[in-house]
């Protein structure tokens, strides 16, 4: 990618990690990366599979926005901002996540 920033992002437990661009959110990042995210819409921010526990760098992402809050809410947790939509997320600098089921999708 000539020339965009892009940002460290851990996922755990796989030890999965993600160089996630400027203007791209976490699941996307993962696809364009060849892994799997768990997810029922396919990263359209309505179904919450795709949701995260933040461990680290909670200040390096960027708020969340209306239709993340709605499925933090309906996830019935609080939104501290720890809580986070994988879809919806986006980074400004290193962050550690929580996320089960994130591999890398076998080759065809
Ligand atoms: S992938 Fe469905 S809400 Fe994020």
């Known amino acids: 990618m000539d020339g965009e920033v892009s ?14 661009l400027d203007d791209e959110d976490v699941f ?18 309505t179904c919450r599979t795709c949701f995260v526990q ?7 992402c960027l708020p969340v926005g209306p239709l993340e809050r709605e499925g933090i809410e309906a996830l019935r947790r609080p939104v501290d901002g720890l809580t986070r939509l994988a879809c919806r997320l ?7 996540v ?11």
Do not use: F, I, M
């Open 7 to 20: 940002h460290r992002v851990a996922v755990r437990p796989s030890g999965v990690e993600l160089d996630v």
């Open 90 to 96: 986006r980074v400004q600098g290193p962050v550690t």
């Open 28 to 45: 996307t990042a993962a696809q364009r990366l060849g892994y799997r995210w768990p997810t029922l819409c396919g990263g359209k921010g």
């Open 54 to 60: 933040v461990e680290e760098g909670a200040e390096n």
């Open 98 to 108: 929580t996320k089960r089921g994130v591999r890398r999708r076998v080759q065809e």
